[in-house]
C-alpha cells in the first residue's frame, strides 16, 4: 500500500513536500517514482530512485528545483519541490515498480496511491 501526503496550494516559488508511506512491499527491493496528472492528460513522469538512493533520474520540466529522497528505514519517499510553478498543479502519485529497471511509463509500474493534490497559484 502506498499513502502520499503533504499537498496543498501554494504560491509560485513556493515550496511543498511529498511524502509516500510504503507498507506491504519490500521498499528496498522496488523503484519508487513519482507521477503527475491534470485531467485530460496522461500520467506524467516525475522522478524515480532506487534503494539506497541511486539510479535517480527525473523530468526535464523539473530538473533543478525537485528532489527525490527515499528513507528505507522508514519506507517512505519524498519529493522536494521548490520554485514551484503554475503548470507543476496536478494530482502526484506515489508508484512502486517490481522491476528494478528504469521506467518513466505509467503502465509498467505495479502499484499506484491514492494521489495527494498540489495546486500553484500565479
Known amino acids: 500500500q502506498l499513502v502520499e501526503s503533504g499537498g496543498g496550494l501554494v504560491q509560485a516559488g513556493g515550496s511543498l513536500r511529498l511524502s509516500c508511506a510504503v507498507s506491504?512491499?519490500?521498499?528496498?527491493?522496488?523503484?519508487m517514482s513519482w507521477f503527475r496528472q491534470v485531467p485530460g492528460k496522461e500520467r506524467e513522469f516525475v522522478a524515480t530512485?532506487?534503494?539506497?538512493?541511486?539510479?535517480?533520474y527525473y523530468a526535464d520540466s523539473v530538473k533543478g528545483r525537485f528532489t527525490i529522497s527515499r528513507d528505507n528505514a522508514k519506507n517512505t519517499i519524498s519529493l522536494q519541490m521548490n520554485n514551484l510553478k503554475p503548470d507543476d498543479t496536478a494530482v502526484y502519485y506515489c508508484?512502486?515498480?517490481?522491476?528494478?529497471?528504469?521506467?518513466?511509463?505509467?503502465?509498467?509500474?505495479?502499484?499506484w496511491g491514492q494521489g495527494t493534490q498540489v495546486t500553484v497559484s500565479s
Open positions: 508508484a512502486a515498480r517490481r522491476d528494478i529497471g528504469i521506467s518513466r511509463r505509467s503502465d509498467e509500474y505495479d502499484y
Open positions: 506491504g512491499l519490500s521498499s528496498n527491493s522496488r523503484r
Open positions: 530512485i532506487i534503494a539506497g538512493g541511486a539510479s535517480i
